[in-house]
């Protein structure tokens, strides 16, 4: 049974940072698509970050980058997402997905409906 389970939400006052972990388990990731989405209330699911653990090639939401960083340790077919200078505005369940069964395009890595697998998320709060 595939499972992908996050850890390492919190809370945090604005500047502060945070390290989000997504374990996968039932299935090896070795050349696929993971990445970290969230969703705050009464919005829709955003894309955040996202890997080719292929080639470890990243990629960003524009509201994001320079601050957060997504990284993997193959080995141990987990995910992670650093998240840096911590705003109010990134409050969010925060979600890791992968890609299983189909190839993964640069033109819809931060799309959810690309993503084949999710995990129950991690709520990350910001206070200002």
């Known amino acids: 049974q595939v499972q992908l389970v996050e850890s390492g939400g919190g809370s945090v006052q604005a500047g502060g940072s945070l390290r989000l972990s997504c374990a996968a388990s039932?299935?090896?990731?070795?050349?696929?698509?993971m990445a970290w989405f969230r969703q705050a209330p009464g919005k829709e699911r955003e894309g955040v970050a996202a890997?080719?653990?292929?080639?470890?090639?990243?990629y960003y939401a524009d509201s994001v980058k320079g601050r957060f960083t997504i990284s993997q340790v193959n080995a141990k077919n987990t995910v992670y997402l650093q998240m840096n200078s911590l705003k109010p505005e990134d409050t969010a369940m925060y979600y890791c997905?992968?890609?299983?069964?189909?190839?993964?395009?640069?033109?819809?890595?931060?799309?959810?409906?690309?993503?084949?697998?999710w995990g129950q998320g991690t709520q990350v709060t910001v206070s200002a």
């Open positions: 039932g299935y090896t990731y070795s050349n696929n698509c």
């Open positions: 890997i080719y653990t292929g080639g470890g090639r990243t």
């Open positions: 997905a992968a890609i299983r069964g189909s190839w993964c395009l640069a033109s819809t890595i931060l799309s959810a409906d690309a993503y084949t697998d």
